[in-house]
């Protein structure tokens, strides 16, 4: 296909020689990402994070060098050839990377890391395991127990449901705070509406086995749509795009909530179907620490996303504004604040350890 | 062929079937060295193509072609030789580098990634001799990476000790996860190739579920399908130092090579194997167990795969694994195996290549940008070139073997005649 | 039409595989092509076929000179081939066999078959084959589907046809049909060139007789020749077409079989009640037409049928029942019926085949080890004592011609020590002096106090070698006859009718 626009486009002209060695940039700043096995297409964290990046980099007027990992025993290299190519920044995505990220941390104490979606405590002190590791992590439980809050009180049969990519720590504290929530609006509201596919004390619940669109993920949401479930909430990347497609052919009037960003807004042509999402600010968090970096005022104090410094939250009902009660969004602030204040706790087992 | 058809099945399911699929193994792996190389040679060209095309310069410079072509010649030239460079300076020797034990980096970097490809590819290989196909390495290396990370974590024994009772735990692991399909083969007649695919998914879900599943693979404390660090005491010393990666799980790999060499060039049971690899009816009726035969070599292929799982857990990722630490090496090895012609000796060299591949692959793309796919492309594309010998000999007017007395219409004659009389 | 080939000359490499050959053949003439296995008559034929194109010399076609530049310029110029190996598809009909390459089609692109059908009728006709056009290829007998691809030769108009070795997978009555066959096509007009090795044919069939040896005419002959002059001819020196051997010397039973049947894995009882003896110092010879059996009661002495009923006992040791190796260790000897798929590994060097059922215990192995020094030895040894045509013990015997391929099999089986020996088929594609070199080597080791069983559908063979005739029809043996018995006799036997006095006593 390239060749073809190329033949097309052949006759342009040439632009005028400039040496071009300027380099705009006027900082020596390089900053850099590893991507775990996922890619960087894979619609969640390591895209969010390769956006948040590019847009520090944009700001900053340099060029990122990314590079992504085909397997687990990718890590080491990859960021070894990073030091090699001189980073300053090295931003690793993921749980997988914490072992390599924290050795070669060790390794080069000139060179600043960053690594989300984990605390790189390998181990288990509570502490960051090198000084120079800047973990970017969410509390995304009290804002998945704000959404739980809000299905339980939009749904009409009494059932809402859910269902993950695999069983991993940052996709069961979306699940727990989930199924909290519901459990916390039964508490207030004296109802009972039933939460699904997660059971919080057992820690036991469905999954797709993967982070694809598929008919696993299909078959997970027909089933929870067969029990009478009218939200339903995928955790996982692309997953939720086969959860749509369930919606559409059983024909009921079935919402969803997103996660990670808000779907009603990066997916227009589905948006009627969202009733909110659980917000998670990988990119603006990313981008804060590589301009942060950028700036020279690079710390290692872990970033924790809370409802508090808005790096979590709920997005806005949208078109669901007038289907839910009138009350909802009140009492979604006085929880927001409860929580914020600590009357209410929301915990996870997979919550953050700081 | 007159009216053998009577004959019971020996294992493969019909005789006619099989004996086609013996004869395309026979033919990929009887193929010269000659071909390897220029195998290795087109699809270096054919990568670099495709590095051209997928430049943002090349496309940039392609835009106004006809008013300055040499900006366009330029940018495929620096693309190219940028990408092949990084390559070779990723892979080989770093000539940026101040000196000498620091360029030597990348060598060292190859043969650690060599490591597992060798192992694995010698499994492989030595089915392929066997006429088998071996597509478990996935299974057989996850299945002997749990059960060597497993001893190397949770069980604690002497530093020696531990390693090698680690070591022999996978290399267990894996002949079972093997033997079971030879066994299968020989008794019922599956096809090696069905059963080792559906034991791929078999092992995959057995870790995932022991790596969630707290007091097996999973660390205590954690909830990530993550095992704990190895031992210490388990782990594979660094030859080195730990400036470099390489660690003494090369010479293990070393040490299989030449058993595999001695097992089918020098030993009465690897006789046996080729035997049954070259015409399985002969080696019955010469008395050769043709059952015993496939389940001996399936489990050695499959301790040869653990090998590299061992290798993996035990020196490469220490810190831990989870359940892609096969990392696709059970299919690369294939492709080891097919370069390196089912030969233990060009399987170490064809192992070294793509162990290359692999390191200088992390250097084009993090030093030029090049797509991390463009290597697995000239693998893949090693491999079609490998599987159509037809090809190379055509476009380097390389004469067919066998056919300088008899032209080709004769085997196509003799094919067709198969097919008629033996119904 | 006449054919003449005027000075052909084809090389491959250096090897010279037809040397400035001319040869003429008349309209209506049977024209036998005769020589031994590689001496260039294929090449000749696949020259005239326009599969290769000669070097020097030229084809002319009723005066005519021919450029062939491949079969389908040879077809169109009348010239039909019938392959020694049938070029059929076995899924298809007759009907759409003979149309094959030459279909007609009607509106819209289907295949007009009854045009097909009525020429396949029009021919089995006029020479009385009873051919069905729409039974498939795949039920048909072998000698039937030589038919086919008779007729569809004919078909195109071939007014020259050539037959290649078209008698090496039929019956002695099918083989005798085909000449009648023959001789009705070259009475209607049709030129024939007859390929073969096999003297009796030719005289039975030939007009003319042109001999070629190493890719060169080396003579012509009447069919009124005696063999022993033709095979001469043909070899190049004089050959002893007859066995020399003495009466035995009997040594009482060795090898007894009692009741023995044999199941084949569809189910089909393939051996049925078979019991036979047979005496340390004779040879018995087991006749009858090819898949009566006789394959599959060799692969049970052998232990490589599964199902097998009744008793098989040497020197008073039981066999049935064990393993292909404990039989081999009990001192069997084996040559089968099919030597390049179970005799020989094609890949593997001379040397290692030589050991192939020795490949478990000294003195080849000791301790796993296999003992290449004591092989390269053991090898150059037999290479010289069975006089194998090579280029040294390392080379690949599937190189080898099909004569010194059955020597290593032979030199393997024989050096062996053994308690009985059984040769399935010994000299099947053999040349004329190999023939010999094989019957020498089994009276050899008859009058070596060893029991032999040689399996042939050659009457000539089992004539030559046997002691006792045991011929086999359906699964069953039909009698037992002493080797002095008619060959007429025999031939009944053959097709199931019982001897006039059987079982006599030797």
Redesign the interface.
């Known amino acids: 296909m390239f060749g073809t626009v190329a033949m097309l486009a052949a006759c342009a002209q040439a632009p005028a020689t400039t040496d071009d060695t300027n380099s705009a940039a006027a900082s020596d700043f390089l900053p850099c990402m590893v991507s775990d096995a996922g890619g960087f297409d894979d619609k969640s964290f390591n895209q969010l994070g390769f956006e948040g990046l590019s847009e520090a980099a944009d700001a900053l007027s340099v060029k990122p060098i990314t590079v992504e990992s085909t397997s687990e025993t990718d890590y080491q290299s990859n960021v070894q050839n990073l030091v090699v190519q001189g980073c300053s920044l090295i931003v690793t995505v993921g749980f997988n990377l914490a072992a390599a990220t924290v050795e070669s941390a060790l390794a080069n104490p000139e060179v600043n890391f960053a690594i989300i979606d984990n605390d790189a405590d390998l181990n288990f002190d509570g502490k960051v395991d090198a000084p120079n590791i800047k973990p970017i992590i969410f509390d995304t439980a009290p804002a998945a127990f704000m959404a739980g809050y809000a299905a339980a009180g939009y749904s009409k049969t009494g059932v809402v449901g859910t269902y993950g990519g695999m069983q991993f720590p940052t996709v069961t504290i979306f699940m727990d705070g989930f199924a909290d929530g519901v459990a916390y609006y039964n508490e207030q509201n004296g109802t009972d509406v039933k939460s699904l596919g997660w059971d919080v004390a057992s820690q036991t619940g469905s999954f797709t086995g993967g982070f694809a669109a598929g008919v696993e993920s299909l078959a997970n949401a027909q089933g929870l749509i067969d029990q009478n479930a009218d939200v339903l909430l995928p955790v996982g990347g692309p997953i939720f795009l086969s959860a749509i497609e369930a919606i559409k052919s059983s024909g009921k009037d079935i919402a969803m909530v997103g996660v990670d960003a808000d779907l009603y807004e990066t997916d227009a042509t589905n948006k009627s179907l969202f009733l909110t999402s659980i917000l998670k600010g990988i990119k603006v968090s990313v981008s804060d620490v590589v301009t942060g970096a950028g700036e020279d005022s690079f710390d290692a104090t872990p970033y924790v996303g809370t409802l508090d410094n808005d790096g979590v939250g709920i997005a806005s009902f949208h078109d669901f504004e007038s289907k839910v009660p009138s009350t909802l969004s009140d009492e979604l602030d006085a929880i927001k604040a409860g929580i914020i204040d600590g009357s209410i706790t929301v915990e996870s087992p997979s919550s953050p350890k700081q | 062929m007159s009216d053998k058809t009577n004959t019971p099945p020996v294992g493969p399911a019909s005789k006619d079937g099989s004996e086609r699929w013996n004869q395309t193994l026979r033919d990929i792996t009887g193929g010269s060295a000659m071909i390897s190389i220029l195998a290795v040679f087109v699809a270096l060209v054919v990568g670099a193509i495709l590095i051209a095309f997928t430049n943002e310069g090349v496309q940039e410079t392609a835009g106004y072609f006809f008013s300055r072509p040499t900006d366009l010649l330029q940018a495929v030239w620096d693309a190219v030789a940028g990408a092949y460079s990084a390559l070779f300076q990723g892979a080989i020797y770093n000539f940026r580098a101040d000196n000498f034990l620091t360029a030597i980096r990348p060598l060292t970097e190859t043969l650690t990634f060599a490591t597992p490809l060798i192992a694995a590819g010698l499994g492989v290989g030595l089915a392929f001799r066997v006429g088998m196909f071996n597509i478990g390495g996935r299974g057989q290396m996850l299945i002997a990476a749990g059960a060597a990370g497993w001893v190397a974590f949770a069980v604690e024994l002497p530093a020696g000790i531990h390693l090698i009772v680690a070591i022999l735990a996978g290399l267990l692991g894996g002949a079972i996860w093997g033997g079971i399909v030879g066994l299968l083969k020989a008794r019922t007649g599956a096809h090696e190739v069905i059963v080792t695919i559906m034991l791929n998914f078999v092992a995959l879900y057995l870790i995932q579920f022991l790596l969630r599943t707290p007091g097996a693979l999973q660390a205590p404390g954690s909830n990530n399908p993550k095992t704990p660090a190895m031992l210490p005491t388990a782990v594979f010393p660094d030859l080195f130092g730990p400036r470099y990666n390489l660690h003494a799980g090369f010479l293990t790999v070393i040490a299989a090579t030449i058993f595999v060499w001695w097992l089918l060039d020098r030993s009465n049971l690897g006789f046996q194997f080729r035997a049954v690899g070259q015409n399985p009816n002969a080696a019955r009726v010469a008395g050769i167990n043709v059952k015993n035969v496939y389940m001996y070599a399936m489990a050695i292929s499959g301790a040869l795969v653990g090998l590299a799982g061992v290798n993996q857990v035990l020196g490469t990722l220490t810190s831990g694994f989870s359940s892609g630490i096969d990392a696709g090496i059970g299919f690369d090895a294939i492709t080891v195996a097919l370069l390196g012609r089912s030969r233990p000796w060009g399987i170490f060299a064809a192992g070294i290549l793509f162990g290359a591949f692999k390191a200088g692959g992390f250097a084009m793309q993090a030093a030029e940008g090049v797509p991390i796919d463009i290597v697995v492309v000239v693998q893949a594309l090693i491999v079609l070139f490998i599987a159509a010998p037809p090809l190379v000999r055509a476009m380097f007017h390389l004469p067919t073997p066998g056919t300088t007395r008899k032209p080709r219409i004769h085997s196509v004659k003799v094919r067709t005649s198969n097919e008629v009389v033996a119904k | 039409m006449k054919l003449e080939l005027r000075g052909i000359t084809k090389r491959?490499?250096a090897?010279v595989a037809n040397n400035n050959i001319s040869l003429t053949v008349e309209s209506g003439e049977i024209h036998a092509l005769l020589g031994e296995n590689g001496a260039g008559k294929s090449t000749l034929m696949?020259v005239l076929y326009g599969?290769?194109i000669a070097e020097e010399g030229e084809i002319l076609l009723d005066d005519v000179v021919q450029k062939f530049a491949g079969p389908g310029d040879a077809m169109n110029a009348g010239i039909g081939m019938v392959?020694?190996?049938?070029?059929?598809v076995?899924v298809f009909t007759v009907a759409e066999n003979v149309v094959l390459g030459h279909e007609q089609t009607t509106f819209g692109g289907r295949l007009d078959l009854s045009a097909a059908r009525a020429k396949v009728r029009e021919i089995s006709d006029r020479f009385g084959f009873d051919i069905d056009p729409d039974a498939l290829?795949?039920d048909l007998p072998?000698g039937v589907?030589q038919r086919v691809e008779i007729i569809k030769a004919l078909s195109q108009d071939a007014k020259v046809l050539v037959f290649d070795e078209p008698t090496a997978?039929l019956t002695p009555q099918e083989t005798d049909e085909l000449m009648t066959i023959m001789r009705q096509l070259a009475a209607s007009g049709t030129s024939i060139v007859f390929i073969t090795h096999k003297l009796r044919e030719v005289r039975a069939v030939a007009d003319r007789i042109t001999v070629i040896r190493l890719g060169t005419v080396v003579g012509e002959a009447s069919p009124t020749a005696t063999n022993a002059e033709l095979a001469s001819l043909m070899v190049g020196r004089a050959v002893e077409l007859t066995v020399h051997k003495n009466a035995p010397e009997l040594r009482g039973t060795a090898l007894a079989v009692k009741n023995l049947s044999v199941i084949?894995?569809?189910n089909?009882i393939?051996v049925n009640n078979v019991s036979f003896d047979v005496q340390a110092g004779e040879v018995l010879a087991i006749a009858g037409v090819?898949?009566n059996g006789q394959?599959?009661l060799t692969?049970a002495l052998?232990g490589?049928?599964?199902h097998v009923t009744g008793s098989i006992e040497l020197d008073g040791k039981p066999l049935r029942g064990y393993?292909?190796?404990h039989?081999?260790?009990s001192g069997v000897g084996?040559v089968?019926?099919?030597r390049t798929?179970?005799?020989?590994?094609?890949?593997?060097s001379i040397a290692?085949n030589l050991?192939?059922?020795r490949?478990?215990g000294a003195p080849?192995?000791k301790a796993?080890?296999?003992q290449?020094g004591f092989r390269a030895k053991f090898a150059a040894e037999k290479i010289h004592e069975f006089d194998i045509r090579s280029q040294g013990s390392e080379m690949e015997a599937g190189?080898l011609s099909g004569g010194n391929q059955q020597k290593v099999v032979l030199a393997r089986e024989l050096s062996r020590d053994l308690r009985l020996f059984v040769a399935a088929q010994p000299t099947r594609g053999l040349d004329v002096g190999s023939i010999e070199f094989v019957h020498t080597r089994i009276i050899e080791t008859r009058d070596s106090g060893i029991p032999v069983i040689v399996v042939s559908t050659e009457l000539d063979e089992v004539v030559a070698l046997a002691d006792r005739i045991a011929v086999m029809y359906r699964g069953e043996i039909v009698g037992i006859v002493p080797g002095n018995t008619p060959r007429a006799t025999l031939g009944l036997m053959m097709v199931g009718e019982h001897a006039p006095a059987t079982e006599a006593a030797l």
């Open positions: 491959f490499g090897l696949n599969l290769y392959h020694q190996h049938f070029m059929l076995p290829i795949e072998v589907q997978v084949d894995s569809r089909q393939v090819q898949g394959t599959e692969e052998l490589l049928q599964q393993s292909v190796r039989i081999l260790d084996f089968p019926e099919d798929e179970d005799g020989l590994i094609a890949d593997f290692e050991m192939l059922d490949s478990s080849f192995v796993g080890n296999l290449l190189r």
